[in-house]
């Protein structure tokens, strides 16, 4: 049984991974026999997983059948909630973003709220012209730290919503909901865009700042779910006031805030500002790649693993990515080219998907 198991598994992941492939080729990359083969794809086709995809090559003068992963047979919805807006994702099963919404809204802790975000997934849902029975269930990221069971925010003190739980949050949403902790939400949405990224740090530079340790594809939480708190690693001794009541934290230096405030709380304006050669723009964004590189060439000591850039700061940070490194590259012991550090690859959508692929990353495993 175990076996049988193991075999269709593969199969599956397989044909999520490449899109078209006969029987024959199956057996080939799976070392499988050709009846296991086709008694599994002809249940993943009765379930509705698999497809016929046309016909593929000369095989003995006969083209063979190709078969492909039915990549919306389930999807799933995520939700970002910050201070100021609400991001709704939904992905399917290949990890694509099929559908994106965000708009402003002020978070506080009322039914009303809730309601808008029943509406939200109402919308994406409609959007993607999915049967509701296809929606395995709705990821929420937040800014808190939450239980192993995503049921409770145990830490909220950025949206003051400790103790609040996913029934309460999913009051008006008809699917499973879950809580999610932002950082490791997006952290994990890097990780699984990067087939070959097994262990990694994420940093999230957001307006506030998160991190998620990710060792073989998967989250380390910690002993109490509190791993990766980068954001209150003291990089100055009695330094500036965080928010978490301690002096000197990173999140106090190098939150997106501290840049968006020279320019009205817009990011993209103090880029701007920063591309035209603002004098103060300049001198705060140089105080700022110092302090990261502090923070980044810490992590890298510590686990020894790729940093990847993300949140706010992470959408701009391509360009100074050069600068950064040098930067680092003077802090380092050891390692003197900085080649771990990498740019995100999901921009605003980032702890969306990643809620949404929680639901994903199960389902595939239980196929
Ligand atoms: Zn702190």
Redesign the pocket.
């Known amino acids: 049984m175990e076996i049988k198991k193991i075999n269709r598994s593969k199969i599956y992941l397989l044909l999520l991974k490449n899109q078209g492939l006969s029987r024959q080729e199956i057996v080939l990359r799976l070392g499988l026999s050709l009846p296991t083969v086709t008694q599994n794809i002809e249940e993943l086709i009765t379930e509705g997983l698999v497809e016929e995809f046309g016909f593929i090559g000369n095989t003995g003068g006969r083209r063979a059948r190709a078969y492909r992963a039915v990549l919306n047979a389930r999807v799933a919805i995520g939700l970002d909630v910050t201070k100021h807006h609400i991001t709704c994702a939904a992905v399917d099963l290949s990890g694509n973003l099929i559908e994106c919404i965000r708009i402003r809204r002020q978070f506080e802790r009322t039914d009303e709220y809730y309601k808008i975000l029943g509406s939200l997934v109402d919308e994406v849902v409609k959007k993607i012209n999915i049967p509701p029975a296809r929606v395995l269930g709705v990821g929420i990221g937040v800014p808190g730290l939450v239980t192993a069971d995503n049921k409770r925010i145990f830490y909220g003190e950025i949206l003051n919503f400790g103790g609040a739980t996913s029934a309460e949050f999913g009051k008006y949403i008809p699917y499973p909901v879950s809580l999610h902790n932002d950082a490791n939400a997006a952290g994990f949405a890097e990780i699984w865009s990067h087939d070959f990224l097994a262990n990694s740090f994420y940093l999230m530079l957001s307006n506030n700042i998160g991190g998620s340790v990710l060792i073989n594809g998967q989250i380390y939480s910690g002993e109490n779910l509190r791993s990766g708190e980068i ?2 690693l003291k990089i100055v001794p009695n330094g500036k006031q ?3 009541g ?1 002096k000197g ?1 990173f ?1 106090a230096y190098c939150a997106a805030t501290v840049l968006s405030n020279h320019t009205d709380g817009n990011l993209e304006k103090f880029f701007e500002k920063l591309r035209a050669k603002d004098p103060q723009a300049e001198k705060m964004w140089d105080e700022y790649l110092d302090n990261l590189a502090q923070a980044v060439s810490s992590l890298n000591i510590l686990f020894d693993s790729t940093v990847i850039l993300g949140g706010y700061v992470g959408e701009y940070i391509e360009d100074y990515l050069d600068d950064l490194k040098t930067r680092t590259a003077k802090l380092h012991p050891f390692n003197n080219d900085s080649a771990y550090l990498q740019a995100c690859k999901y921009k605003k959508q980032a702890i969306a998907a990643g809620a949404a692929l929680s639901y994903i990353d199960e389902f595939i495993a239980s196929v």
Do not use: A, N, R, T
């Open positions: 954001g209150h965080c928010y978490c301690q934290c999140d």
